[in-house]
T-cell receptor, first 110, second 114 residues
Framework: EDQVTQSPEALRLQEGESSSLNCSYT??????LFWYRQDPGKGPEFLFT???AGEEKEKERLKATLTKKESFLHITAPKPEDSATYLC???????????FGAGTTVTVRA | GAVVSQHPSWVICKSGTSVKIECRSL??????MFWYRQFPKQSLMLMAT?????????EQGVEKDKFLINHASLTLSTLTVTSAHPEDSSFYIC??????????FGEGSWLTVV
């Protein structure tokens, strides 16, 4: 069974204070690792998909990296509008469904 | 970018009645859609995988006769909660997969059963 563990559970940052979120995973053949941002009461917003170890993707202040066992989401010089819950999910080889981690709730103070 | 739309955004229904939630992919065709349920401060729990033109595949523990899923076209899947009870109150979210394996989510539907 696919397993996804995210840490920390919550992260409080000062505006401009860079940090990283961790997503450790166990899957029998990774098809893809997905990162989403979710604001309270809304559906997840797609950020990145990573497919192979060593791959990196960037979008504004966010950068996602992937190894064979974990993925990191780096937030550089965060702003208050980056406050959200960040979800990591893995997709196995046999179907297209996603298994989600519990998420990391990021709060950025001005 | 691709957009997935859900309707209604929120619904209140009486216990014992049925309620239907629609999920549409607005600018792409989705052969596969997914339905999730999310409780407060918890992550998404997959309920079922919906494939266009065939029966949905339900996750273990999800009652298929209670949560009816229909995927009649490449842009529309529906979830019907039958004989709803207060414990069915939740946030229901759908997602759709593009041909390039990018999976987009809808805005979610809040169901309250009174």
């Amino acid at each position: 069974e696919d397993q996804v563990t995210q840490s920390p559970e919550a992260l409080r940052l000062q505006e401009g204070e860079s940090s990283s979120l961790n997503c450790s995973y166990t899957v029998s053949g990774l098809r893809g690792l997905f990162w989403y941002r979710q604001d309270p009461g809304k559906g997840p917003e797609f950020l990145f998909t990573l497919y192979s170890a060593g791959e990196e993707k960037e979008k504004e202040r966010l950068k996602a990296t992937l190894t064979k066992k974990e993925s990191f989401l780096h937030i550089t010089a965060p702003k208050p509008e980056d406050s959200a819950t960040y979800l990591c999910a893995v997709q196995g080889p046999n179907d297209y469904k996603l298994s989600f981690g519990a998420g990391t709730t990021v709060t950025v103070r001005a | 970018g691709a957009v997935v739309s859900q309707h209604p955004s929120w619904v209140i229904c009486k216990s014992g009645t049925s309620v239907k939630i629609e999920c549409r992919s607005l600018d792409f065709q989705a052969t596969t859609m997914f339905w999730y349920r999310q409780f407060p401060k918890q992550s998404l729990m997959l309920m079922a995988t919906s494939n266009e033109g065939s029966k949905a595949t339900y996750e273990q523990g999800v009652e298929k006769d209670k949560f009816l899923i229909n995927h009649a076209s490449l842009t529309l899947s529906t979830l019907t909660v039958t004989s709803a009870h207060p414990e069915d109150s939740s946030f229901y979210i759908c997602s759709a997969s593009t041909a390039g394996n990018t999976i987009y989510f809808g805005e979610g539907s809040w169901l309250t059963v009174v």
